[in-house]
């Protein structure tokens, strides 16, 4: 009962909300549409959010706290990854390019994933750490790199990795997230309250603003679902499960609250659909984006968003030490 009354308060928060109303208005062929200048700012604005809060968090924090956490949150982003390319190679016989870029969404972390679970977390009056946003940077890239590393070398392929690494580390969300860090580390609290007004107080208008394009893109990428095909919408319905409890339990072994740990889960179970994707193009450029991009924006942030994040709370609370 306990798990039913979370799913209720989450799929009626105004950010689960937003996000089915851009899924309607695009099966109506509504003409509502988010100039998209307004949808880079936000997202801009999200990441810098993000990281700033986390950095002046971080510079409260000492070294042991932050230590295993960040250990273990290395260890998840290196294994889903190698875990989902021996599946959907074995299992689904694909192709290493397609099966390498499936495995870097998931290795990677979906930022507004993360965003929603620790909004949820907060709304039931218990915060998960302050250098969770941290642990989102440390995710992003490792993923990434196995997946087209195993790619690249199960199709003996020589891509140009040099340019593999910049469209990653001085990508929009690293950059955004990085910098927000150490801003928000060389500031310190003081200067997170001389920003609140800005970055705090309209955090959830923006996050409800940007759930609603997503919503959007979302409806739009579920007719692609159709080439990507019944193994693939399946193999996302179990995976972020499977490695969001991997998450959950990772986090507690860490020494995580059970806040925490649920963020957690729910990062460790998200797919990537901006920074994955975007390295993708660069390092595997025959994968097939019809499977990756709906598998992770169509099937896995839905999932997510509505049963996902709830189920990984209610785990990490249950089995809290």
Do not use: H
């Not at 695009?26 to 999200?46: F, H, M, N, W």
């Not at 007719?223 to 019944?230: M, Q, S, T, Y």
Request: hydrophobic share 55%; with cysteine; glycine share 12%.
């Amino acid at each position: 009962m306990e798990i039913l009354e979370l799913a209720r308060v989450n799929l009626l928060s105004p950010v689960v909300l937003a996000f089915l109303l851009g899924v309607i208005a695009t099966r109506v062929k509504s003409d509502l549409e988010i100039p998209e200048p307004l949808v880079q700012g936000l997202a801009i604005y999200l990441l810098l959010a993000i990281g700033i809060k986390g950095g002046a968090a971080l510079s409260e924090t000492t070294l042991a706290e932050v230590a295993w956490p960040a250990l273990a949150t290395l260890l998840v982003g290196v294994t889903i990854p190698l875990v989902c390319y021996t599946v959907l190679r074995r299992l689904g016989r694909m192709s290493a390019s397609d099966a390498g870029a499936i495995a870097a969404a998931f290795g990677s972390v979906s930022v507004v994933t993360f965003i929603a679970a620790n909004t949820l977390a907060q709304q039931r009056g218990t915060p998960p750490e302050g250098f969770m946003p941290a642990l989102v940077a440390i995710l992003e890239v490792p993923g990434i790199l196995v997946a087209l590393g195993l790619a690249a070398s199960a199709e003996q392929r020589k891509e140009p990795w040099g340019a593999v690494l910049r469209e990653m580390l001085f990508g929009q969300s690293i950059v955004c997230l990085l910098g927000g860090l150490v801003i928000g580390w060389v500031a310190g609290k003081p200067g997170l309250d001389e920003v609140a007004g800005f970055f705090v107080t309209p955090f959830k208008g923006a996050l409800v603003l940007f759930l609603l394009e997503l919503g959007m893109v979302a409806a739009k990428r579920l007719r692609d679902l159709r080439a990507a095909g019944p193994f693939l919408v399946g193999f996302g319905l179990v995976a972020a499960p499977v490695f969001g409890v991997v998450g959950v339990f990772a986090g507690q072994l860490a020494g995580l609250s059970p806040a925490g740990a649920a963020v957690m889960g729910a990062m460790a179970g998200s797919a990537s659909y901006i920074a994955a994707p975007a390295a993708v193009r660069a390092g595997l450029p025959d994968a097939n984006p019809a499977y990756y991009l709906p598998l992770a924006l169509g099937v896995v942030f839905p999932f997510n968003l509505t049963i996902g994040i709830p189920l990984y709370y209610e785990l990490a609370k249950l089995t809290a030490r």
